[in-house]
């Protein structure tokens, strides 16, 4: 039997340059959270390149505190308010997301905003799927449909029950992430990066008409986003990281998990490069998964190359600002160097799908 101990995931200690001014931050949360913070143990999430998340202990009570990464210039991939107003609209309607519990846009607390919300404790997948969990093939399989089921899910909720009827540009929502896409790459390029012009004009001429559908999107939706129960590890509990969310297209949100999906007859080195374990025996393939989410939403999947390449160069313009902030010496995290190759990687595969050389 799998003890719970050995699979829920587990904050560290903080990165050197990551740490937070306590005595300002306990200072501010008394009255917020009615005394009860008088003494914090502070701990750090390891995962992720982005947004930072730490776990606050006092006594009994556990809290996550998420602020933006050190040295980003990209205000608009770490807007804590964006985030926090996500959340707060969903709590009712979505059962899967953290219950947010207060945002703070005072600058001189810690430095910048932050927000906190609920723990939910559990399993986190990462790179390699855990052995302890002795799962068959049709249990892993069972369980990544799970996962995106709950994509399925969160495509289906109704804005005007959610409140965000209003909420983002749905109208014109491809042709607007194409076209800021392509800026942001502009704007993070580093004298060893890739070439990506053809990539940029091929998803310019072959950008699909909407589909017609507005959904509540994540946009950053994979395995290391997600938390599943310990106690059932096929059941998805939780819904990590909406510092991206908005409503879109929920195509396009397909595309982007997609685009970190590594599958078996991909490859080697496309799958070296893998960041969750998708290409496991059982996994399903990226054709059965969008036949299982068409079945699910009743949306038609044409096109797909479209999504899932930009969904490729997406991730390409995620790591190349990410080590913009290495390169220009505005982070001392060592994580960072190695995106570059990275991108490199993912440049070359969106070459494959372009000619067709690698199928979806």
């Known amino acids: 039997m799998v003890k719970a101990n050995d699979l829920v995931d587990r904050p560290g200690s903080i990165r050197a340059g990551e740490e937070l001014p306590m005595d300002r931050l306990i200072q501010y949360l008394e009255p917020v959270l009615g005394g009860k913070v008088k003494a914090i143990e502070v701990k750090q999430f390891p995962g992720g390149f982005s947004n930072l998340t730490y776990l606050l202990i ?5 809290w996550v505190l998420r602020r933006p990464p050190f040295g980003s210039k990209v205000k608009s991939a770490h807007d804590m308010s964006r985030e926090f107003t996500i959340l707060s609209a969903l709590k009712n309607v979505f059962p899967y997301g953290p219950v947010p519990i207060h945002f703070c846009d005072d ?18 997948i990462r790179r390699t ?7 068959t093939p049709a249990q892993i399989r069972q369980q990544l449909f799970n996962f995106f089921d709950v994509l399925g899910e969160l495509h289906s909720v109704d804005l005007v029950a959610a409140g965000l009827d209003k909420f983002g540009k749905p109208v014109g929502y491809v042709k607007r992430q194409v076209e800021g896409w392509c800026r942001r790459w502009a704007d993070a390029v580093t004298p060893d990066t890739a070439n990506c012009d053809e990539t940029m004009q091929w998803l310019h001429d072959n950008m699909p008409a909407e589909s017609g559908k507005a959904s509540v999107i994540h946009n950053d939706y994979k395995m290391d986003n997600v938390i599943f129960s310990v106690e059932n590890p ?20 397909l595309g982007c998990t ?4 590594v599958q078996k007859d991909d490859p080697d080195f496309f799958r070296e490069y893998r960041n969750m ?13 969008i036949e299982r989410f ?3 939403t009743g949306l038609s999947v044409g096109n797909f190359p479209f999504y899932y390449c930009f969904g490729l160069f997406r991730l390409g313009v995620i790591g190349q600002q990410i080590y913009y902030r290495y390169y220009h010496g505005l982070t001392q995290d060592q994580r960072f160097a190695g995106m570059i190759k990275k991108t490199h990687i993912l440049q070359q595969m969106c070459e494959l799908i372009m000619s067709g050389a690698v199928k979806v």
């Open 294 to 296: 068409q079945q699910q």
């Open 277 to 289: 374990p998708s290409d496991i025996d059982g996994a399903p393939t990226r054709i059965e998964i």
């Open 129 to 135: 799927y855990p052995e302890s969990l002795n799962h």
């Open 258 to 261: 997609l685009g970190y999906w």
């Open 107 to 124: 600058h001189e607390v810690i430095g910048c905003d932050f927000y906190l919300m609920s723990y939910i404790e559990g399993l986190v």
């Open 58 to 62: 006092s006594g009994d009570d556990k």
């Open 234 to 253: 096929l059941q998805l509990i939780g819904v990590l990281d909406w510092e991206m969310s908005t409503v879109g297209d929920p195509l396009m949100d």
